[in-house]
C-alpha cells in the first residue's frame, strides 16, 4: 500500500457520528486521522461524495492462521467431536507453517476484514517459534510477517503478542503440540520489544500483551508480565469451556473469572475474549471492572462453546465487542446477527439486546464501535482525532429505496449482510472498491499458493 501522506475531504449524505446520524457531514481527513467534522454543510466540488457512511467495526480477536483450516474440521470422530478435538487438529495443522506460509495467510485474511468492514484487527498471536520449536535467528519473525501481511492488506494492526508457558493450570508442563508457542518471562521481553520494531513503520500500530488463558500461566508470570502492558490493551481468553471451568474450579476453588478479578486489577485495557460460563457474580463485577467482553459468535457457535449472557452483561453497564477468532468465517455482519439470534433463542424474544430506544442494528453496531477501540487501544468512529476510516454502503444492494439511518443499519445486519458494503477507507486509503479489495488478485494468489503447499505436505 501507499504512503499515507493525502489530504482529502469525504462529503457524506448521511454519517453515523458519535452521537448518532447526520445529513450532509464534511469530513476532512489529513494523512491517516480525521482533522475536521461539519455538520449541515452542502458539498464542495472537490468533496468525494458518500452516500450512507459508518464508523469501520474493530475486529478485536483474531488468528490470522486458522483461516487456512476453514472446511478442515467439520467431520467429527467416532467418540464425538468437541473444541478439544478441534484443538488437536489444529496443533497438527501449525506444524507445517513457515514464515512465508504465515505472511500469505494472514494477508489473505486481513483482506476479507477490509472488504468486511473491519478497520482494525486484534492479532492475538502465539505462532512464534519454528516447526521444531526452536527459536527463529529474529525472535520476532513471525510477528514481523504478521506486520507486512497488515500491511498489505492496508488494515489497522493491534498486535497481541501471546505468552503461553504451560499446558494447564497451575503450571502443568506444555504439550509438544504447543511447542511452537512456548515463551518464558525473559523471551516474551525481546518478543515484545521485537513486535515494537516490526510494526513501527505501520501508521497508528498498538502493541499489546496477550496472557493466552489462566491454563498457559502462573499466577507469578501474570504479575511479571502486566507491568510490560503500561497503558496498552491486556487480552486473554477466559471461561470459553465448561471443562475450563471445571479444571479451574479443581485448581484454585473458585471459577475462571472470578480467579481473574480477585487476583489483577482488571480495568479498562483488559478486553475477557469469550467469558462464555459466568456465573451472575461475575457477570455483574466484569462489568463493573470496565474490562471488554470479546464476544466471537460465529466461532464460538462453530465449537459449540455456548451462549455469552449478552443481556444481562449489558444490563450491568458491561461494554463488548465483537472478534472472527478462528477466522473460519469473516464476516462483520454475521458476527453481530448471530450474537442477536443467539440471545433471541435462550430468551424466546425478539429485539433482545435492543436499548435506549434505538433499533437492534444500531445497538449492536454502537457498542461493538466502542468497546472495539477501547479494547485495541485506539480512538473509535468517526470523530476528529481518530483514524480516517468509512464504511460506505451499496445502497443498491440495501434492498430497499429509501433505507435511512437505523433502518440501514438493520437492513444490512439482518436482511442484507455484507453484500450491501461498498467502499471502505481505512487510515485515509481506499483499500476496498466496490466489495473488493484493491490488491485482492495478488493476495489471493499467494494464498492460494501457500494453501496448496500446507495441504500436501
Same mark, same amino acid.
Given at each position: 500500500?501507499?504512503?499515507?501522506?493525502?489530504?482529502?475531504?469525504?462529503?457524506?449524505?448521511?454519517?453515523?457520528?458519535?452521537?448518532?446520524?447526520?445529513?450532509?457531514?464534511?469530513?476532512?481527513?489529513?494523512?491517516?486521522?480525521?482533522?475536521?467534522?461539519?455538520?449541515?454543510?452542502?458539498?464542495?466540488?472537490?468533496?468525494? +461524495?458518500?452516500?450512507?457512511?459508518?464508523?469501520?467495526?474493530?475486529?478485536?480477536?483474531?488468528?490470522?492462521?486458522?483461516?487456512?483450516?476453514?472446511?478442515?474440521?467439520?467431520?467429527?470422530?467416532?467418540?464425538?467431536?468437541?473444541?478439544?478435538?478441534?484443538?488437536?487438529?489444529?496443533?497438527?495443522?501449525?506444524?507445517?507453517?513457515?514464515?512465508?506460509?504465515?505472511?500469505?495467510?494472514?494477508?489473505?485474511?486481513?483482506?476479507?476484514?477490509?472488504?468486511?468492514?473491519?478497520?482494525?484487527?486484534?492479532?492475538?498471536?502465539?505462532?512464534?517459534?519454528?516447526?521444531?520449536?526452536?527459536?527463529?535467528?529474529?525472535?520476532?519473525?513471525?510477528?514481523? +510477517?504478521?506486520?507486512?501481511?497488515?500491511?498489505?492488506? $492496508?488494515?489497522?494492526?493491534?498486535?497481541?503478542?501471546?505468552?503461553?508457558?504451560?499446558?494447564?493450570?497451575?503450571?502443568?508442563?506444555?504439550?509438544?503440540?504447543?511447542?511452537?508457542?512456548?515463551?518464558?518471562?525473559?523471551?516474551?521481553?525481546?518478543?515484545?520489544?521485537?513486535?515494537?520494531?516490526?510494526?513501527?513503520?505501520?501508521?497508528?500500530?498498538?502493541?499489546?500483551?496477550?496472557?493466552?488463558?489462566? +491454563?498457559?500461566?502462573?499466577?507469578?508470570?501474570?504479575?511479571?508480565?502486566?507491568?510490560?502492558?503500561?497503558?496498552?490493551?491486556?487480552?486473554?481468553?477466559?471461561?470459553?469451556?465448561?471443562?475450563?471451568?471445571?479444571?479451574?474450579?479443581?485448581?484454585?476453588?473458585?471459577?475462571?473469572?472470578?480467579?481473574?478479578?480477585?487476583?489483577?486489577?482488571?480495568?479498562?485495557?483488559?478486553?475477557?475474549?469469550?467469558?462464555?460460563?459466568?456465573?451472575?457474580?461475575?457477570?455483574?463485577?466484569?462489568?463493573?471492572?470496565?474490562?471488554?467482553?470479546?464476544?466471537?459468535?460465529?466461532?464460538?457457535?462453530?465449537?459449540?462453546?455456548?451462549?455469552?449472557?449478552?443481556?444481562?452483561?449489558?444490563?450491568?453497564?458491561?461494554?463488548?465487542?465483537?472478534?472472527?477468532?478462528?477466522?473460519?468465517?469473516?464476516?462483520?455482519?454475521?458476527?453481530?446477527?448471530?450474537?442477536?439470534?443467539?440471545?433471541?433463542?435462550?430468551?424466546?424474544?425478539?429485539?433482545?439486546?435492543?436499548?435506549?430506544?434505538?433499533?437492534?442494528?444500531?445497538?449492536?453496531?454502537?457498542?461493538?464501535?466502542?468497546?472495539?477501540?477501547?479494547?485495541?487501544?485506539?480512538?473509535?468512529?468517526?470523530?476528529?482525532?481518530?483514524?480516517?476510516?468509512?464504511?460506505?454502503?451499496?445502497?443498491?444492494?440495501?434492498?430497499?429505496?429509501?433505507?435511512?439511518?437505523?433502518?440501514?443499519?438493520?437492513?444490512?445486519?439482518?436482511?442484507? $449482510?455484507?453484500?450491501?458494503?461498498?467502499?471502505?477507507?481505512?487510515?485515509?486509503?481506499?483499500?476496498?472498491?466496490?466489495?473488493?479489495?484493491?490488491? +485482492?488478485?495478488?493476495?489471493?494468489?499467494?494464498?492460494?499458493?501457500?494453501?496448496?503447499?500446507?495441504?500436501?505436505?
Amino acid at each position: 500500500m501507499t504512503e499515507h501522506d493525502s489530504t482529502m475531504t469525504w462529503h457524506v449524505r448521511q454519517a453515523l457520528l458519535p452521537d448518532g446520524w447526520v445529513e450532509n457531514v464534511r469530513i476532512s481527513v489529513s494523512g491517516t486521522k480525521i482533522t475536521k467534522i461539519e455538520t449541515g454543510r452542502p458539498a464542495d466540488p472537490d468533496d468525494i +461524495r458518500i452516500g450512507i457512511g459508518l464508523p469501520a467495526v474493530g475486529n478485536l480477536h483474531s488468528h490470522a492462521f486458522q483461516r487456512a483450516m476453514a472446511g478442515l474440521t467439520e467431520i467429527a470422530g467416532p467418540d464425538g467431536d468437541s473444541f478439544w478435538t478441534w484443538r488437536q487438529r489444529m496443533y497438527r495443522f501449525v506444524d507445517a507453517i513457515g514464515p512465508d506460509d504465515m505472511e500469505a495467510i494472514a494477508a489473505f485474511a486481513f483482506m476479507e476484514m477490509a472488504e468486511a468492514g473491519f478497520g482494525r484487527v486484534g492479532e492475538f498471536h502465539y505462532l512464534h517459534h519454528d516447526i521444531d520449536g526452536g527459536h527463529y535467528a529474529d525472535p520476532a519473525e513471525m510477528v514481523g +510477517r504478521v506486520a507486512a501481511a497488515a500491511n498489505e492488506a $492496508g488494515i489497522g494492526l493491534t498486535l497481541l503478542p501471546v505468552f503461553y508457558a504451560h499446558g494447564g493450570f497451575g503450571g502443568q508442563p506444555p504439550a509438544e503440540g504447543q511447542r511452537r508457542f512456548i515463551c518464558n518471562t525473559d523471551s516474551y521481553a525481546r518478543l515484545l520489544d521485537g513486535s515494537r520494531r516490526a510494526v513501527s513503520a505501520l501508521p497508528d500500530a498498538v502493541v499489546g500483551i496477550a496472557p493466552h488463558s489462566l +491454563r498457559a500461566v502462573t499466577r507469578d508470570e501474570l504479575d511479571e508480565l502486566l507491568p510490560l502492558a503500561g497503558a496498552n490493551p491486556i487480552h486473554i481468553h477466559i471461561a470459553e469451556q465448561v471443562r475450563e471451568v471445571e479444571d479451574c474450579l479443581a485448581w484454585s476453588g473458585v471459577r475462571p473469572v472470578r480467579w481473574l478479578l480477585d487476583h489483577t486489577a482488571v480495568d479498562a485495557r483488559w478486553c475477557l475474549v469469550h467469558a462464555t460460563h459466568m456465573d451472575s457474580g461475575e457477570v455483574v463485577d466484569l462489568a463493573r471492572s470496565g474490562a471488554v467482553a470479546g464476544l466471537c459468535p460465529v466461532t464460538e457457535a462453530n465449537l459449540g462453546d455456548g451462549l455469552f449472557p449478552a443481556r444481562v452483561f449489558a444490563d450491568a453497564g458491561g461494554a463488548y465487542g465483537i472478534g472472527s477468532d478462528s477466522n473460519v468465517r469473516i464476516d462483520m455482519t454475521e458476527e453481530l446477527r448471530l450474537l442477536e439470534y443467539g440471545q433471541r433463542l435462550v430468551a424466546k424474544a425478539r429485539n433482545v439486546m435492543a436499548t435506549g430506544g434505538l433499533s437492534t442494528g444500531r445497538t449492536l453496531f454502537g457498542e461493538c464501535v466502542t468497546g472495539g477501540a477501547r479494547a485495541l487501544g485506539v480512538q473509535g468512529g468517526i470523530s476528529v482525532g481518530a483514524s480516517a476510516d468509512i464504511v460506505v454502503l451499496d445502497e443498491a444492494r440495501l434492498m430497499m429505496s429509501a433505507s435511512w439511518g437505523d433502518t440501514a443499519l438493520d437492513t444490512l445486519i439482518f436482511s442484507a $449482510g455484507q453484500a450491501a458494503i461498498g467502499d471502505v477507507w481505512i487510515a485515509g486509503r481506499q483499500v476496498v472498491v466496490r466489495g473488493r479489495h484493491r490488491n +485482492r488478485n495478488a493476495i489471493e494468489s499467494r494464498y492460494r499458493r501457500a494453501l496448496s503447499r500446507l495441504l500436501n505436505s
